[in-house]
């Protein structure tokens, strides 16, 4: 049973999404060029990152509230990302916007559907060396991943004008 924990995480984590492809739509061809400091990365990919990313926690929070570990480290996290980057450089504004509603749309009802049972359930978690964690605490990161994302973009398309 979805708990009141799992929808307020849902909720915060569609409304950080909904302004993802809200700026995805936005951005002119020039915005969407524009490297963002910190990240090396266009506008355009650090969006294109976000939406991938939503694949990602999916896996790792399936995992996590059967209090399976999630085996992934950084460094294959950094190969994927580096890989990915490759991939996203010619993406359009679009087809980025999709992605980012329909990954945001699953990983949303995953969230909504967490019980508090999984939520509270633990699991060694790769990506933070290993150590152990919270269902919970992992699904927060869900809305922080793309509001800091986010966040960079917006701040280079700004500086940029």
Known sequence: ????????????????????????????????????????????VVLHHIAEGHRNVMRWLEAMAKGEAVTDTVEIIDETNVEHAGRAAEAGQEETAELLTTNGTHLEAMLRNLSDEELDRTARFGPAGGRTMATEALAEVTTRHVRGHLDHALAAVEAAE
């Open 1 to 44: 049973m979805a708990s009141k924990r799992g929808t307020a995480l849902a909720d915060d984590f569609a409304a950080a999404n909904d302004e993802a492809v809200t700026f995805a739509r936005s951005c002119s061809d020039a915005q969407w060029a524009i490297v963002v400091p910190g990240e090396e990365w266009t506008v355009g």
